[in-house]
């Protein structure tokens, strides 16, 4: 008699067989001619032929400005990130001189639509601070029990199940729909470090570190004292993953996450099952997960350039990277180019600077400068390997990869953290779709298929 694992193993090789044998046919029907995008003026990417976006709707959230139409013709602007009116440079620099931590009056704008005073920003510090800690179950039943190869997965599935300990779930008045934003806002630190330590336990047999979050802390420092095992950090630290959070908590109705929330919201879904969508799609490494990519191409480079101070050196392998030669072999230079954005990143733009004062304190100036060098050679690089002549322009995930690094945050929670941050934006992106537009998100697509007849199972 067969062994039950043997029956399971065998019947694992069957179905990857299967699947191996069955891929040509599934990349065969889902070929569609090119020429019909053409032909039937398709907005592929939801994008114009002059590479803006297709408007679809309205938002008073926020602004990204990175070029100008002028007489149908894209023109080239610095860029400009806008959170409900105001420049995000604004907020930062008034963080800056008045040091302190500002991404807790950066939700409370995107949710309120206005700045708070001392008195209401207090306020909405504390209830985030009432709600940071998790359900003991909850920890256990839902993080620890299931550790998630990618944290991102973890935090949607988190998001999935805080609908059954939720008494109301579904309501979608303004005031049960503000409390639920307000409780994941809070809880999305809490759900990171929590998942990162149940993950690193169960892969490479970690001690589990779990320190509760504090509510006096602000959500950049509650993230920091929770990822490590002493739960120290310095002010510097602090500052500067707050600094990030403020710059990733919002960037417009357009960009694939927030439209996400947009399209889910729209069917009058409940609130966990529409922000782990959002979560769904930041995941992905042409979205959010690009910041990952960037670290691990300048380790890469680190690991095949031994003297990476050899700029002829690094020179060739950029080169070498752009031609699909080096690194993942994709040919893309991460950390460069944005959809929006065409002469800078404002984001990028803040960043660098604060990174400098980062490099400067943890004595990684030298990386700092290999960072800075290719920002400043990108272009002419481009050219040398490819023959095309373009701008190169340095996008947030080059620097927030550099800051996050220098912090010594784990590449698995990169990803997760812009979730931390964006959640803000998602929730406020949710709450307009919910009570302004009203209406479900239904577009067409052209039907692309011949009309053939049904053929008998018996004549096939």
């Given amino acids: 008699m067969r062994d039950h694992k043997d029956m ?18 599934i990349n065969r029907c889902n070929q569609v001619d090119q020429q019909l995008y053409e032909t039937y003026d398709i907005k592929r990417g939801l994008r114009n032929n002059n590479g803006t976006g297709v408007r679809v709707g309205l938002t008073k959230i926020g602004c990204v400005e990175g070029y100008r139409v002028v007489e149908g013709e894209k023109t080239p602007i610095e860029g400009n990130l806008y959170y409900r009116g105001i420049n995000v440079k604004d907020i930062v620099n008034a963080c800056i001189e008045e040091n302190r931590k500002g991404y807790e009056e ?87 470090c929590y998942g990162y330590q149940a993950k690193v336990s169960y892969d490479k047999n970690a001690s589990l570190h779990f320190h509760q979050p504090l509510p006096e802390l602000s959500t950049a420092e509650n993230v920091l004292r929770m990822i490590r095992a002493s739960g120290e950090y310095t002010e510097l630290e602090a500052t500067l993953l707050d600094l990030c ?141 490819r023959g095309i002549e373009r701008d190169m322009m340095a996008n947030v995930d080059l620097y927030s990869g550099f800051v996050y690094s220098a912090l010594n945050i784990p590449t698995e929670i990169s990803t997760p953290l812009f979730a931390v941050a964006r959640i803000s934006g998602w929730c406020a992106h949710r709450m307009e779709e919910l009570f302004m537009a009203k209406r479900i998100m239904r577009p067409a697509y052209i039907d692309a298929s011949k009309r053939i007849s049904y053929t008998p199972i018996s004549e096939r």
């Fill in 8 to 25: 399971e193993f065998s019947a694992i090789q069957a179905r990857e067989m299967y699947c191996r044998m069955m891929s040509d046919r």
């Fill in 106 to 192: 950066t939700s409370y704008l995107l949710l309120f639509g206005e700045l708070p005073d001392k008195k209401q920003l207090d306020l909405y510090k504390q209830y985030l601070g009432e709600r940071r800690e998790l359900p003991f179950s909850f920890v256990r039943d839902t993080i620890l029990t299931t550790p998630s190869l990618n944290i991102m997965n973890k935090l949607a599935r988190c998001i999935l199940t805080f609908y059954s300990y939720d008494e109301n779930p579904d309501e979608l008045t303004p005031e049960n729909v503000l409390r639920q934003s307000i409780d994941l806002i809070a809880r999305m630190p809490t759900i990171t």
């Fill in 245 to 385: 959070l403020i710059l990733h908590a919002e960037h417009g109705g357009g960009n694939n996450s927030a439209f996400t929330t947009h399209v889910i919201s729209s069917s009058g879904t409940d609130t966990y099952a529409a922000i782990s969508a959002a979560v769904g799609s930041l995941k992905g490494p042409k979205h959010g997960g690009a910041n990952v990519k960037v670290t691990q191409m300048i380790q890469d480079l680190k690991d095949s350039v031994k003297d990476f101070e050899n700029r002829e050196l690094v020179d060739d392998y950029i080169i070498r990277l752009l031609q699909g030669k080096a690194g993942d072999r994709t040919g893309l230079l991460y950390g460069f180019g944005h959809a929006v954005y065409t002469k800078s990143d404002p984001r990028a733009v803040i960043l660098k600077r604060m990174a400098r004062k980062l490099a400067e304190q943890k004595d990684l100036m030298e990386t700092f400068e290999l960072y800075n060098y290719i920002e400043e050679n990108a272009s002419e690089l481009f050219f040398r390997a």
